[in-house]
C-alpha cells in the first residue's frame, strides 16, 4: 500500500469504520494503486495542497472533486464543478451537490478511476502488516483479510472450511493453506461434484480387488496420496450423506477403510473442504450432516465475490492479459488498458467471479490488435455500463470519416495530428492513446512537423 494517509487522525467518538480511496487505475504512474484514508475532508486534483490529493493526471481540473466525512460518519463527495466531471458507477453526477458513497462504489475522476472501502478497525492491522503471498493476486481489503485468515489458521491441526462463490478462489486458498501449513506431503485435490455417487468412496478410500465390478486391482486411495499433506475436497456440499457419515469417522479417528477391505489404515492427511453452498443451512434442514459441519468447521475461511475487491480487477486482469500475450507482459495498467476500458471491467458484476474474469480478458487479449485493449473490443455485457452514458450513436460526421482514415500505426502527416490535436481539445495524453504512443512521442513528432501543441487548461 503506497501514498496511504494514516486514518488516526478520525475524530473522537466515531464509530469503529473508515473510508479508504483507492486507485486501480491512472494515467498517473506514482498515484496508480495507491490508497488513502478520508479522515474528515479530501480534495483530489491536479494542485498540490495541505488538504489535497494530487494526482497528475491531465484530464484532472486543478481541484476537481472533495471527499467529506459527515458527524455521523458517512462519506459524501461533491464535485467542484470540474472541468470533465465526476461518475459514479458510470453515471455523471451533478457539480457542486453533495453525493452520498457506500462501499464497492466506483468514482472516475478525470481518467483515474477511484474504489470506495469502507474499513473496520480490524481490518486496519491487516493493512498495516499484510500477509504477502508470491502465488495469490490481490490487495483489496477484504481479499487480504482472508488470506490473512488462511495463513493464521494453517499452522493449527485442524481441518479446515473454506467458503466462497464459484469461481472466488477456493482451491487457489486451500494451495495457500497447504504451503503455509509446512507440511511434507503433497496438495491432492479432488472435485467431490465430479465424482459418480458410486466411486465416491472407492477414490477417497480406495478399494480392494474385487470389491466391486470392474475392481480388478487394488488401489489406496486419495487419502493414501495425500498422506503427509493436505487433502482438498472442493464442493463438500455435493458428497452424499452416506459418504459424509464415511468421512466424519476418518476425521474423528484418522483411521481408513477402503471398500472391501476388513482392516484399516492410517494416515496423516489435512482435510481443506470447500464449498459455494450454505452449508449451515444445509446441516440444519438435514441435507448436510450437522455433525461433520461442526468438525469441518474447526476454522473457516470466508472469501470475498470479485464484486466486493474491485480494486483487485485490474491486478487480475493484467495477469491473465500477460498470460495469453507475452508481448504484453512488463506494461503498466495504464498502457494494457484505456480509462473506459479499466472502468467498465472495474464496473462490471462479475457473476461468476475471476473464473468469469480470466476467460472474457483472456479471449479479449487474443484477438486485439497491439496498444491498450479499448472498449470497444470488451463484451458488451461488461462494456454496456460506460458504454450507456454516451448516448445514441450519432451518424459520422465528416471530420468522423476523415479521422478513420489515420492510421494509429504509422507516422502522421502534419495536418492529421493538428486534427487528432483539435479532436482531442489539445490534450497532449488522448492523443498519445490515439496513436498508441508515449506523449514524447507526440511532442517529437510535433516538432519535426511544425505542429503547434496548445494543450488547454482549465480554471
Not at 288 to 315: H, I, T, W
Not at 430 to 452: H, N, P, S, T
Request: with cysteine; charged share 25%.
Amino acid at each position: 500500500m503506497s501514498a496511504t494517509t494514516s486514518p488516526s487522525a478520525s475524530r473522537p467518538g466515531r464509530a469503529r469504520i473508515v473510508w479508504r480511496l483507492t486507485v486501480p487505475f491512472s494515467p498517473c504512474a506514482a498515484a496508480l494503486d495507491s490508497a488513502r484514508f478520508v479522515a474528515q475532508s479530501l480534495v483530489l486534483g491536479r494542485l498540490p495542497g495541505s488538504d489535497a490529493w494530487e494526482i497528475a493526471d491531465n484530464e484532472l481540473s486543478r481541484r476537481h472533486v472533495a471527499f467529506t466525512v459527515t458527524d455521523d460518519g458517512h462519506l459524501t463527495f461533491r464535485d467542484l464543478a470540474s472541468r470533465n466531471g465526476v461518475f459514479l458507477d458510470g453515471a455523471r453526477v451533478t457539480a457542486d451537490v453533495d453525493h452520498a458513497l457506500d462501499a464497492g462504489q466506483v468514482l472516475r475522476v478525470g481518467a483515474t478511476v477511484i474504489v470506495i472501502e469502507r474499513v473496520d478497525v480490524e481490518a486496519l492491522e491487516v493493512l498495516r502488516a499484510p500477509p504477502k503471498s508470491e502465488h495469490l493476486v490481490g490487495q483489496s481489503t477484504a481479499w487480504l483479510a482472508a488470506v490473512a485468515r488462511a495463513q493464521l489458521v494453517a499452522r493449527a491441526p485442524l481441518p479446515v472450511l473454506v467458503l466462497g462463490e464459484t469461481g472466488a478462489g477456493k482451491e487457489l486458498i486451500a494451495a495457500e493453506l497447504h504451503r503455509a501449513s509446512k507440511r511434507s506431503g503433497p496438495f491432492v485435490a479432488v472435485n467431490c461434484a465430479a465424482l459418480p455417487d458410486h466411486l465416491v468412496e472407492s477414490e477417497l478410500f480406495g478399494h480392494e480387488r474385487g470389491a466391486f465390478t470392474g475392481a480388478d486391482r487394488r488401489t489406496d486411495g486419495l487419502f493414501a496420496s495425500a498422506d503427509g499433506g493436505t487433502l482438498f475436497l472442493d464442493e463438500i456440499g455435493e458428497m452424499p450423506l452416506l459418504l459424509q457419515a464415511k468421512l466424519l469417522r476418518v476425521l474423528a479417528t484418522g483411521e481408513v477403510r477402503g471398500v472391501g477391505a476388513t482392516s484399516v489404515r492410517r494416515y496423516d492427511v489435512r482435510v481443506v473442504a470447500a464449498t459455494n453452498v450454505d452449508v449451515e443451512a444445509a446441516a440444519l434442514d438435514g441435507s448436510f450432516r450437522g455433525d461433520l459441519y461442526a468438525r469441518l468447521a474447526g476454522a473457516v475461511v470466508a472469501l470475498p465475490p470479485l464484486r466486493e475487491r474491485r480494486d483487485d480487477v485490474l491486478r487480475l486482469a493484467r495477469v491473465f492479459v500477460s498470460r495469453v500475450t507475452p508481448s504484453r507482459a512488463g506494461t503498466s495498467v495504464a498502457e494494457m488498458f484505456s480509462a473506459d476500458a479499466a472502468e467498465a471491467l472495474v464496473l462490471a458484476r462479475w457473476q461468476f467471479n475471476v473464473r468469469e474474469l480470466e476467460q472474457r480478458v483472456t479471449l479479449v487479449a487474443a484477438l486485439a490488435p497491439p496498444g491498450p485493449i479499448t472498449l470497444q473490443q470488451l463484451p458488451m455485457t461488461v462494456r454496456a455500463t460506460v458504454e450507456s452514458r454516451r448516448g445514441p450513436t450519432q451518424p459520422l460526421s465528416l471530420d468522423d470519416i476523415a479521422m478513420l482514415e489515420i492510421q494509429a500505426d504509422r507516422v502522421p502527416t502534419a495536418d492529421q495530428l493538428r486534427r487528432v490535436v483539435a479532436r482531442h481539445r489539445g490534450n497532449i495524453a488522448q492523443v498519445a492513446a490515439f496513436f498508441g504512443k508515449d506523449r514524447r512521442q507526440i511532442y517529437r513528432w510535433a516538432e519535426r512537423l511544425a505542429v503547434e501543441l496548445r494543450e488547454e487548461t482549465d480554471g
